[in-house]
T-cell receptor
Framework: GENVEQHPSTLSVQEGDSAVIKCTYS??????FPWYKQELGKGPQLIID?????GEKKDQRIAVTLNKTAKHFSLHITETQPEDSAVYFC?????????????FGKGTHLIIQP | KAGVTQTPRYLIKTRGQQVTLSCSPI?????VSWYQQTPGQGLQFLFE???????NKGNFPGRFSGRQFSNSRSEMNVSTLELGDSALYLC?????????FGSGTRLTVV
């Protein structure tokens, strides 16, 4: 089955700096790669996703890049703000997130230092 | 538009008991998935339902089961609870464009 590795497990950055979280996946059939943000006491919230026919996607301060050959994808957050502090999860799926479910990474605790 | 609603938010059960958790998806969403979240194992896929049919199941013992009703609401059941079943159980719904998760049910087995 699919295996998703996520690094780092904890990331501390100064407010205003950029943060990068990296994930690798094992199943070449995976074609959908979402990123989730989870705040304390809440469920994961989808912040951005990318499909395998696209190499990069941006949404304001957030961007995701995908390298299918190397089987890795990354989340980039620019101009970090205190409200970006949370746990971030990457995931992969071969069914667009439907029947086969999502395989998640272990998460990155992002800490924004004021 | 209402989000995914999970009830109850918190549960405390004793080993050996059974428990039923409920999930109401976003209106119009026919796919409902369940995940278990623990500090050690992270987020793990339990099963997925679409139009009342289980399409896929993760690597969990048969004590974990679920069902979906004609209005897309879903329930999951865990029988003969073990201490290791203590976790946050998350439900997510989709209509093909990414999951929306509920806030989860925190189950504690004592």
């Amino acid at each position: 089955g699919e295996n998703v590795e996520q690094h780092p497990s904890t990331l501390s950055v100064q407010e205003g700096d950029s943060a990068v979280i990296k994930c690798t996946y094992s199943d070449s059939a995976s074609n959908y790669f979402p990123w989730y943000k989870q705040e304390l006491g809440k469920g994961p919230q989808l912040i951005i996703d990318i499909r395998s026919n696209v190499g990069e996607k941006k949404d304001q301060r957030i961007a995701v890049t995908l390298n299918k050959t190397a089987k890795h994808f990354s989340l980039h957050i620019t101009e970090t703000q205190p409200e970006d502090s949370a746990v971030y999860f990457c995931a992969a799926s071969s069914s667009g997130g439907g029947a086969d479910g999502l395989t998640f990474g272990k998460g990155t605790h992002l800490i924004i230092q004021p | 538009k209402a989000g995914v609603t999970q009830t109850p938010r918190y549960l405390i059960k004793t080993r050996g008991q059974q428990v039923t958790l409920s999930c109401s998806p976003i209106s119009g969403h026919r796919s409902v998935s369940w995940y278990q979240q623990t500090p050690g194992q992270g987020l793990q896929f339990l099963f997925e339902y679409f139009s009342e049919t289980q399409r896929n199941k993760g690597n969990f013992p048969g004590r974990f089961s679920g069902r979906q009703f004609s209005n897309s609401r879903s329930e999951m059941n865990v029988s003969t609870l073990e201490l290791g079943d203590s976790a946050l159980y998350l439900c997510a719904s989709t209509e093909g464009a990414g999951y929306t998760f509920g806030s989860g049910t925190r189950l504690t087995v004592v």
